[in-house]
């Protein structure tokens, strides 16, 4: 609520705070991404990955 808050403000903060989750959220991915390789199951997390996203589960 408060982040909507200070978007719908617009507030430096908000735009600040939201490029922060954006980057933790793609830093947390790209390692999960490699892990996959590295393990030679990325075809397995990919499907996980796309049907999780399909759900609604994951989205941030």
Do not use: I, K, P, T
Request: charged share 20%.
């Amino acid at each position: 609520a408060y982040l909507h808050h200070l978007d719908r403000c617009g507030e430096m903060l908000g735009l600040m705070l939201a490029s922060l989750h954006n980057l933790h959220y793609y830093l947390n991915l790209m390692r999960e991404v490699r892990a996959a390789l590295e393990a030679g199951s990325f075809d397995a997390f990919a499907a996980r990955f796309a049907a999780d996203r399909a759900r609604g589960v994951g989205d941030g």
